[in-house]
């Protein structure tokens, strides 16, 4: 298994940045791929971005242009540069790995979350 912990959430005011921060432990050669999902009152959780071992990213569009992510060459941290955020970028955001257990097999690993708030 993969323990994930995120930091760097917190209050910010609109327009202003955030760059969360996730740290991998245990099996980390077994991640093909990671990312951030975000989940916001009364809404399911959604992609916000992830990176494949390649480093392939993808994006949500509602943060193409805004948001960056990133992952060390060991692949034991992945980051999350957040920038214009918005009042609808508020949410709690989750690390995610997914683990190749076997051919045929992937395990998903999920972190605790962090709060993002974004007011005035």
């Known amino acids: 298994q993969v323990q994930l912990v995120e930091s760097g959430g917190g209050l910010v005011q609109p327009g202003e940045s955030l760059r969360l921060s996730c740290a991998a432990s245990?099996?980390?050669?077994?991640?093909?791929?990671m990312g951030w999902y975000r989940q916001a009152p009364g809404k399911e959780r959604e992609l916000v971005a992830s990176?494949?071992?390649?480093?392939?990213?993808n994006y949500a569009d509602p943060v193409k242009g805004r948001f960056t992510i990133s992952r060390d060459k060991a692949g034991n941290t992945m980051d999350l540069q957040m920038n214009s955020l918005t009042v609808e970028d508020t949410a709690v955001y989750y690390c995610?790995?997914?683990?190749?257990?076997?051919?045929?097999?992937?395990?998903?690993?999920w972190g605790q979350g962090t709060q993002v708030t974004v007011s005035l």
């Open positions: 995610h790995a997914q683990l190749v257990v076997s051919i045929e097999a992937t395990v998903d690993s």
């Open positions: 990176i494949r071992d390649d480093g392939t990213t």
């Open positions: 245990g099996r980390t050669y077994q991640i093909n791929r």
